[in-house]
T-cell receptor, first 114, second 117 residues
Framework: DTGVSQNPRHKITKRGQNVTFRCDPI?????LYWYRQTLGQGPEFLTY????????KSRLLSDRFSAERPKGSFSTLEIQRTEQGDSAMYLC????????????FGPGTRLTVL | AQKITQTQPGMFVQEKEAVTLDCTYD???????LFWYKQPSSGEMIFLIY??????QNATEGRYSLNFQKARKSANLVISASQLGDSAMYFC??????????????FGKGTLLTVNP
């Protein structure tokens, strides 16, 4: 399978715990995005990378959130001291420039904070 | 900043009929791209169709076509010959290009399409 993969698919954690999600983009794609989707809403942009450089972060990304993309390959999104409001689907997408910025999405990681 | 408005929370269509899903947008960017994605109950976002703001012709991809009316800032999705497998959530999204690193997608709230047999 050469699509975008995300792990884990589901994560249940207790409030206050740290969680880390992984995204493996399509191999030749140099852009990688993280979005968050809550119930009944469209995805909201969190951050994106071009190769290993994190070029933009949304205001939604509080200090408890950190994302990395070492070596410009896979990416990790860490949430520290999780809160119930962090419960959402976290989507990763990748794209290849040049051309229209068609983003290919992974299956998402559904986070539930108890 | 970009904004996408999808005014139809839910739509119903009979199998084999055509359906139009509405999308209006607002942006100050001189150039932009408009996208439609499908999200089945499994959760994965599936790219359907793309329209660039300077494209002269409306985009088509198989049974999907995008009715782009730039002056009205609308980018409606038309699905012809609906199939049961088309039942899903549909999101309109845009990407603005203002010379900066604005490559993120801004999504609407979506329209839940149900295809009846």
């Amino acid at each position: 399978d050469t699509g975008v993969s995300q792990n884990p698919r589901h994560k249940i954690t207790k409030r206050g715990q740290n969680v880390t999600f992984r995204c493996d983009p399509i191999s030749e794609h140099n852009r990688l995005y993280w979005y968050r989707q809550t119930l009944g809403q469209g995805p909201e942009f969190l951050t994106y990378f071009q190769n290993e450089a994190q070029l933009e972060k949304s205001r939604l990304l509080s200090d408890r959130f950190s994302a990395e993309r070492p070596k410009g390959s896979f990416s990790t999104l860490e949430i520290q001291r999780t809160e119930q409001g962090d419960s959402a689907m976290y989507l990763c997408a990748s794209s290849l420039r040049p051309g229209p910025n068609e983003q290919f999405f992974g299956p998402g990681t559904r986070l539930t904070v108890l | 900043a970009q904004k996408i408005t999808q005014t139809q929370p839910g739509m119903f269509v009979q199998e084999k009929e055509a359906v139009t899903l509405d999308c209006t947008y607002d942006t100050s960017d001189p150039s932009y791209g408009l996208f439609w994605y499908k999200q089945p109950s499994s959760g994965e976002m599936i790219f359907l169709i793309y329209q660039g703001s300077y494209d002269q012709q409306n985009a088509t991809e198989g049974r999907y076509s995008l009715n782009f009316q730039k002056a009205r800032k609308s980018a409606n999705l038309v699905i012809s010959a609906s199939q049961l497998g088309d039942s899903a959530m549909y999101f309109c999204a845009m990407e603005g290009w203002s010379g900066g690193s604005n490559y993120k997608l801004t999504f609407g709230k979506g329209t839940l399409l149900t295809v009846n047999p």
